[in-house]
């Protein structure tokens, strides 16, 4: 017994030296220090000891074990420090941890209210559940205008249809000029609603940034600047404008904006469907009647105002043509902007 115990023990002192980080440690326990390991192997062999040798050969063994216990002892505090810190492999490859990030049509919104107001605007925002003076009266809608029909509008209160879900943020724009005197300055950006199918160009729920500026002497000239300015920095510095006339109740003249594609750079491809031109806003001067109805005298002041889809820009940037992939959290699709 006693000649066993030796050689065991030269061997264990082998493999103490061979600890140096948390693996060999672990190595070494699971070798020796387990219910199959060397060490319980010892213990077991008591049992063939002859009867008279079994109280010398029992302390032997068990000064044995105590042995290898407080060598294992010394290295596992010597790795994991007697502060009981874990151990760190400083090797060993890093666990990444998964982390969220910003939804695209948030980034996107970031990013264009940080031009406009590093351009002099301020943030505006108003209620989603709007009234029709907000959503349409004072925005110089004619009360049978097609849009305030239900087939287009959702309305909050069955009872009642001068409640409803805002279906722009031109709405804000009334609540802004009604609380403020020029000069207004104004980017707002919001959630907006349609009674509309949901289909792969459009859902009943969407985003728009609205922007307004009334002061003295404001011109089309302004308005034009102010788009340009916005949509080199957003989309291309190179790009080329058209605007096209258009029409909307609550501004006169109304244009659309057109800007050379910002892919192919007018050559024609796929996100521009071929044509060479993004339409990029809706936008005008606004109406003198709208000035009238929000108490801003159209004789000293004048404005002009824009308003554009997010979700459009976004699936432009990204170059995807299904809009509801923005709203199924895909990570693939999430991760691409
Ligand atoms: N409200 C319009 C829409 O939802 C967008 C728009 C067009 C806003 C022209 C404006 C504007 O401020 O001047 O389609």
Do not use: G, I, M, N
């Given at each position: 017994m006693r000649e066993h115990i030796e050689q065991l023990r030269a061997v264990i002192e082998a493999d103490l030296a061979q600890i140096t980080n948390a693996e060999t440690l672990e190595q070494f326990r699971l070798t020796h220090m387990v219910r199959k390991g060397t060490v319980q192997k010892l213990v077991e062999?008591?049992?063939?000891?002859?009867v008279a040798e079994k109280p010398a050969a029992g302390s032997a063994i068990n000064a044995f074990r105590s042995w290898v216990e407080d060598e294992f002892q010394k290295r596992k505090d010597a790795f994991e420090g007697s502060a009981g810190v874990l151990l760190v492999d400083v090797a060993l490859p890093a666990r990444n941890a998964t982390r969220g990030s910003i939804h695209p049509i948030t980034q996107t919104v970031n990013e264009i209210v940080d031009i406009f107001t590093s351009m002099g605007f301020e943030v505006a925002d108003g209620p989603d559940v709007e009234d029709d003076t907000h959503n349409f009266e004072k925005l110089n809608f004619?009360?049978?205008?097609?849009?305030?029909d239900m087939q287009d509008t959702f309305f909050v209160d069955s009872e009642r249809n001068d409640l409803l879900l805002r279906t722009h943020t031109s709405s804000v724009q009334i609540r802004v000029m009604e609380n403020m005197q020029p000069p207004i300055r104004c980017i707002m950006p919001g959630r907006v609603y349609r009674n509309e199918a949901v289909s792969a160009r459009s859902l009943a729920e969407f985003h728009q940034v609205e922007g307004l500026y009334v002061d003295k002497g404001v011109s089309m000239a302004d308005l034009k600047g102010t788009i340009t300015a916005f949509a080199k920095r957003f989309y291309d510095a190179d790009a080329r404008f058209r605007f096209r006339t258009s029409f909307f109740?609550?501004?006169?003249p109304s244009a659309e904006v057109d800007m050379s594609c910002f892919l192919c750079k007018g050559q024609g491809c796929r996100i521009c469907k071929h044509t060479g031109w993004l339409e990029i806003a809706g936008c005008g001067m606004v109406h003198p009647n709208v000035l009238s109805a929000c108490g801003i005298d159209p004789e000293v002041y004048s404005g002009f105002a824009f308003g554009f889809g997010v979700e459009r820009v976004v699936m432009m940037r990204m170059g995807i043509d299904d809009i509801r992939l923005l709203y199924q959290n895909d990570l693939r699709v999430l991760r691409q902007l």
């Open positions: 062999s008591l049992r063939t000891v002859p004619a009360p049978d205008h097609p849009a305030r109740p609550f501004t006169e």
